[in-house]
């Protein structure tokens, strides 16, 4: 078993979501983070929860824009 091996799927299981940055990769492909919709920000971080870096990507755009409240 080779070195590869021993870690296949650990990144997939750490990362689901894959990294956080600037483009979110949606069902319908990817668009930025700052072109999103508020609404659209608020469903992706139900989906991805508090523990996933995604969530504190989302929530630093909500800032940005002035919407944290629910």
């Known amino acids: 078993m080779s070195f590869r091996e021993d870690f ?3 990144f997939e299981h750490d990362y689901p979501f ?5 483009t979110w990769h949606s069902k319908n492909g990817p668009i930025k983070v700052a072109e999103m919709t508020t609404e659209h920000i608020r469903a992706c971080m ?7 870096g995604w969530y504190g990507r989302f929530l630093r755009e909500l ?3 002035k919407e944290t409240q629910p």
């Open 8 to 10: 296949d799927g650990y």
């Open 18 to 22: 894959g990294m956080p940055g600037d």
């Open 63 to 65: 800032v940005k824009r």
């Open 46 to 52: 139900k989906i991805v929860g508090e523990d996933d």
